[in-house]
């Protein structure tokens, strides 16, 4: 895992090899983008309309390969403003709803892993939509 970014600038954290990375905690992540190569990446912030795990406009996240999973609470873990690339990963909704504004990709699988739920994924928060 690296992350790369200038002052004031785009954080870009990037997850490859084994082994889980959590994003947690309170505060915003405005800005940060996130491309998992492999491994997991749980995003677990107490999120709300202004806390956000990914925090960028236009493609903030890009799953190449792994997992992505969803967690913690207040359900807005994305940035309405963020684009999701999913390709060749797997993006798990894990019983929560979430909302983002648009859908790309070539050959992921988006999924609910948890048992007995209903996830809601709500596109074009943004003016956005899907591409698949």
Do not use: C, I, P
Not at 20 to 39: C, H, K, P
Not at 40 to 66: P, Y
Not at 108 to 119: E, F, M, Q
Request: glycine share 20%; proline share 0%.
């Amino acid at each position: 895992m690296g992350t790369t970014g200038a002052g004031g600038g785009t954080l870009l954290l990037v997850k490859t090899g084994a082994g889980t990375q959590t994003l947690g905690g309170t505060s915003d992540n405005a800005s940060a983008t996130a491309r998992l190569e492999t491994g997991t990446l749980v995003l677990a912030k107490s999120s709300g309309a202004a806390v956000h795990a990914l925090g960028a406009s236009g493609v903030g996240l890009t799953v190449n390969n792994g997992l992505l999973q969803l967690a913690g609470s207040g359900g807005d873990q994305l940035y309405t403003q963020l684009d999701v690339l999913l390709n060749n990963g797997l993006f798990d909704l894990n019983g929560t709803s979430e909302g983002w504004d648009q859908l790309d990709g070539t050959n992921g699988v988006l999924r609910n892993d948890a048992a007995a739920t209903v996830s809601v994924m709500t596109l074009g928060q943004n003016n956005g939509g899907m591409t698949y």
